[in-house]
């Protein structure tokens, strides 16, 4: 059974930057959709960024421009670069994978980011 390791979270000031990596336990592949989503409290688990084949990629209306998404196929890894980052960007950020082929759909634990004012 594949699992994703997030890590990378922890506490910083406004307009700080941190990055954020998911770890995957099977080799991942082009073909496969990757996002980063995330939940704050009392609010419903939303879209950060995805990345698909070719490395297309999306971003959610609140990150665009200050987030940017990649994924090392070589390492299994997925990455989160958060730059400006805002108070309003506290959450747990949760890493999924979808594989196309297969129909796998797989959830990380979640990894903390607090940004203090």
């Known amino acids: 059974q594949v699992y994703l390791v997030e890590s990378g979270g922890g506490s910083v000031q406004a307009g700080e930057s941190l990055t954020l990596s998911c770890v995957v336990s099977?080799?991942?592949?082009?073909?496969?959709?990757m996002a980063w989503y995330r939940q704050a409290p009392g609010k419903q688990r939303e879209l950060v960024a995805r990345?698909?084949?070719?490395?297309?990629?999306t971003y959610g209306t609140s990150v665009k421009g200050r987030f940017t998404i990649s994924r090392d196929i070589a390492k299994n890894t997925l990455y989160l670069q958060m730059s400006s980052l805002k108070p309003e960007d506290t959450a747990v950020y949760y890493c999924?994978?979808?594989?196309?082929?297969?129909?796998?759909?797989?959830w990380g634990q979640g990894t903390q980011v607090t940004v203090s004012s």
């Open positions: 099977e080799s991942i592949y082009d073909s496969d959709f």
């Open positions: 999924k994978l979808d594989r196309v082929y297969g129909g796998q759909s797989v």
């Open positions: 990345i698909m084949s070719h490395s297309t990629t």
